[in-house]
């Protein structure tokens, strides 16, 4: 193709802001010193460092809004019944915030403080979709904080989450092949219960992960604290090459 004037189309594609590569991420962090009025007062320690994908149309938009929900997840600290109804980071930290003063004005003696730690991660992009890794600490009183890993993929061509049954087309021979590279992982003979390095399967059953991760070029099952092991014992995770797990997905 020819252009008489070339200058004119690359002023062009700085106007449109035409870009070949979809979900372009952008790191971005916030913490407790973003909320004005914690410039003058005591507040509990936030340190989020999370993605924002630009937006270029609907796809990115799904993934900055599950972004934005699982961090105002993670900072919230009221009836568990309910969920969160913050729409942005600021305002989830400033009622993270709010909760520590009224129980710090409740409770003068109590000595623990808050904090939350959190991070979102992209962790595997392929032509079909992309992997990201949702990671929280949360402490607000007690023996020991709150510690989770979760993982959302969601599909490249429409930006939705997709859920196991729509990655794999097999999922039930995935999970049967799973447990064999759990039971090598773990030295348990297959003849054995699976339960025997004090697991807690439950019904001493294998059972799959609450969510599945794709970290690099491995399929990860991780089982998060008090999901089949005890708080000394949490993580549990077990790594499996993708290329093992290809012929199950669609």
Known sequence: MNFKYPGFFFIALIFCGCTSEIFQPQPRSFSQGD?????????????????FYTPQNNRELQLNKAITSFIAASLYLEDPSKEPTALTINIAAQGFVDSYWRDHAEFPDLAAEYFVEASVTETHRDEIFLSLEFKLYKYTGGAHGYRDVSYINFDKQ?????????????????SEFAEIEFRKAFTIA????????????NDNTFTMPSTLGFVQDSLVLHYNQHEIASYRDAPVIVRIPLDQ???FMK
């Open 35 to 51: 909320l004005s009025n914690c410039l003058s007062r005591d507040c509990p320690n936030i340190a989020i460092d999370y993605l």
């Open 158 to 174: 429409t930006g939705k989450e997709l859920t196991n049954q729509a990655l794999f087309k097999h999922y039930d021979a995935l």
């Open 245 to 247: 797990v290809k012929a």
């Open 190 to 201: 297959q003849q054995s219960s699976i339960n025997v390095n004090n697991f807690w399967f």
